[in-house]
Nanobody
Framework: VQLQESGPGLVKPSQTLSLTCTVS??????????WSWIRQSPGKGLEWIGY???????TNNPSLKSRTSISRDNAKNTVYLQMNSLNPEDTAVYYC???????????WGQGTQVTVSS
């Protein structure tokens, strides 16, 4: 499975971020797979944002839940992340990852840098 993130790079404060994770080498509807978004801010550890499961159900980090939405397009084999009301603390490298069960982060994309700045 290969994952490729893409996004705008630079976003202004209070705007909405939209990121795309394009998947190849496997289907996003394959049973038991989950497709996660994770970020790493400068000097900080990894933070899990949430995931969409093979079934289409979603689970989000409670600390970010009010600002995030994860969706997918089965025909395009693509997963999306929307995060609104951005602030500079949302500056990070955003990754998509996938896997099954305890290996839910087995596959990773290369990440995409998002900078929130006016």
């Amino acid at each position: 499975v290969q994952l490729q993130e893409s996004g705008p790079g630079l976003v202004k404060p209070s705007q909405t971020l939209s990121l795309t994770c394009t998947v190849s080498g496997g289907s996003i509807t394959t049973s038991y797979y989950v497709w996660s978004w994770i970020r790493q801010s400068p000097g900080k550890g990894l933070e899990w944002i949430g995931y969409i499961a093979y079934s289409g159900s979603t689970t989000n980090n409670p600390s970010l839940k009010s600002r995030t939405s994860i969706s997918r397009d089965n025909a395009k084999n693509t997963v999306y992340l929307q995060m609104n009301s951005l602030n500079p603390e949302d500056t990070a490298v955003y990754y998509c990852a996938s896997g099954v069960g305890i290996s839910m982060f087995e596959y990773w994309g290369q990440g995409t840098q998002v900078t929130v700045s006016s």
